[in-house]
């Protein structure tokens, strides 16, 4: 199915102001312009959080920063605001720092929860940045949604951010008191390659897995061998070959290969054990490849996963919920994926 008008005018703007060959002269030159243009804007996290609460996290003890999204249904049902400095959306400057073992009484209801992990080349992003996801989640779904803020490269690079998913999940699970069985781990581009990594991490340290995991365009391969990499150098709305190369610089410190596996999942050699997963990744994206490699190495290892493969979108559309109609379709796709595969929670979507 072609795409929308709306997605079109988003595809032909990122080719005319977004896209280019070179992203900096440097680690710090691709930083830099990547946090000028990735993530909504303010007024658009505003519009699309309006009706949640949002609460900052900032755990020091257990290293853990980040931010609760959470709809009223889920809010009451918990009871989770007590103490906490609970805000409504972003109308005030929240400082409330949240308590070890608010979520506990959500956790024993059997509420699902959803860990996101947001995208932007590991060097840009943040919690607040992909609220337009992270919101629609949490109103599709009723459940709470934690999002971290990880540490971004060349400041911190591999494996900070891997670190900070891992210590964040293991907050979930001990702070927050969240059974493993009911969350989902999410992401988008190189928060899905931090999601992968996650689950690699998780099961090589034998600790109790989620239920499920939802990647939207990963960035799994830092080596860029998949050949979409190069078909669709033209093609792909936002990103050019060269780019894949140059976030990857930022990103890994000297000595470390890019096809080391936990910073390219897609280089694992060993994909059982895995949560199902469900993957979305547009036709044209420069990253369509490393998608389809995750989805069919966890398959041949005999686990569960689900490609959807959208035709002609720019990467990271999901971030447009509100602008263009396949954002809101393929969010309505993940939100009846998660509640699928969460025991106690209403699924809405057809089973593998």
Same mark, same amino acid.
């Given at each position: 199915?072609?795409?929308?008008?709306?997605?079109?005018?988003?595809?032909?703007?990122?080719?005319?102001?977004?896209?280019?060959?070179?992203?900096?002269?440097?680690?710090?030159?691709?930083?830099?312009?990547?946090?000028?243009?990735?993530?909504?804007?303010?007024?658009?996290?505003?519009?699309?959080?309006?009706?949640?609460?949002?609460?900052?996290?900032?755990?020091?003890?257990?290293?853990?920063?980040?931010?609760?999204?959470?709809?009223?249904? +889920?809010? #009451?049902? /918990?009871?989770? %605001? =007590? !103490? *906490? @400095? $609970?805000?409504? &959306?972003?109308? +005030?400057? #929240?400082? /409330?720092?949240? %308590? =070890? !073992? *608010? @979520? $506990?009484?959500? &956790?024993?209801?059997?509420?699902?929860?959803?860990?996101?992990?947001? !995208?932007? @080349?590991?060097?840009? &992003?943040?919690?607040?940045?992909?609220?337009?996801?992270?919101?629609?989640?949490?109103?599709?779904?009723?459940?709470?949604?934690?999002?971290?803020?990880?540490?971004?490269?060349?400041?911190?690079?591999?494996?900070?951010?891997?670190?900070?998913?891992?210590?964040?999940?293991?907050?979930?699970?001990?702070?927050?008191?969240?059974?493993?069985?009911?969350?989902?781990?999410?992401?988008?581009?190189?928060?899905?390659?931090?999601?992968?990594?996650?689950?690699?991490?998780?099961?090589?340290?034998?600790?109790?897995?989620?239920?499920?995991?939802?990647?939207?365009?990963?960035?799994?391969?830092?080596?860029?061998?998949?050949?979409?990499?190069?078909?669709?150098?033209?093609?792909?709305?936002?990103?050019?070959?060269?780019?894949?190369?140059?976030?990857?610089?930022?990103?890994?410190?000297?000595?470390?290969?890019?096809?080391?596996?936990?910073?390219?999942?897609?280089?694992?050699?060993?994909?059982?054990?895995?949560?199902?997963?469900?993957?979305?990744?547009?036709?044209?994206?420069?990253?369509?490849?490393?998608?389809?490699?995750?989805?069919?190495?966890?398959?041949?290892?005999?686990?569960?996963?689900?490609?959807?493969?959208?035709?002609?979108?720019?990467?990271?559309?999901?971030?447009?919920?509100?602008?263009?109609?396949?954002?809101?379709?393929?969010?309505?796709?993940?939100?009846?994926?998660?509640?699928?595969?969460?025991?106690?929670?209403?699924?809405?979507?057809?089973?593998?």
């Amino acid at each position: 199915m072609n795409p929308s008008w709306q997605a079109r005018a988003i595809s032909a703007s990122l080719r005319l102001f977004v896209r280019r060959r070179r992203w900096g002269a440097d680690a710090a030159g691709v930083a830099r312009r990547a946090r000028l243009i990735f993530g909504a804007p303010w007024p658009y996290q505003w519009l699309r959080t309006r009706g949640l609460n949002v609460r900052p996290v900032d755990d020091a003890a257990a290293g853990v920063r980040g931010e609760w999204l959470e709809p009223a249904s +889920a809010t #009451a049902g /918990a009871n989770t %605001t =007590a !103490g *906490a @400095g $609970a805000t409504k &959306g972003m109308g +005030a400057k #929240a400082s /409330a720092r949240v %308590t =070890a !073992g *608010a @979520g $506990a009484a959500a &956790g024993a209801a059997g509420a699902g929860v959803i860990f996101y992990i947001h !995208g932007g @080349g590991f060097v840009s &992003g943040s919690a607040a940045t992909q609220r337009p996801i992270t919101a629609a989640l949490a109103r599709l779904t009723a459940q709470r949604v934690f999002s971290l803020d990880y540490r971004l490269a060349p400041e911190h690079r591999y494996p900070a951010a891997l670190d900070d998913a891992v210590a964040a999940y293991e907050w979930l699970l001990a702070r927050e008191g969240v059974p493993a069985n009911s969350i989902c781990v999410a992401g988008d581009s190189a928060g899905g390659g931090l999601v992968l990594g996650c689950l690699l991490r998780l099961r090589d340290a034998r600790l109790a897995p989620p239920a499920c995991a939802v990647c939207f365009s990963p960035w799994a391969d830092l080596a860029g061998t998949g050949a979409s990499v190069r078909t669709n150098d033209g093609r792909c709305a936002m990103f050019r070959t060269e780019n894949i190369e140059e976030f990857a610089a930022a990103y890994l410190p000297t000595g470390v290969s890019p096809r080391d596996p936990y910073a390219s999942p897609a280089h694992a050699d060993n994909f059982r054990d895995l949560p199902p997963l469900l993957l979305q990744v547009g036709s044209t994206e420069l990253l369509l490849d490393d998608a389809r490699g995750i989805h069919e190495q966890i398959r041949a290892a005999g686990g569960a996963s689900r490609l959807e493969i959208y035709e002609d979108l720019p990467h990271g559309w999901q971030m447009l919920d509100g602008l263009v109609p396949e954002a809101r379709a393929a969010l309505a796709q993940a939100a009846s994926f998660i509640r699928e595969h969460q025991p106690g929670t209403r699924g809405d979507g057809s089973k593998f």
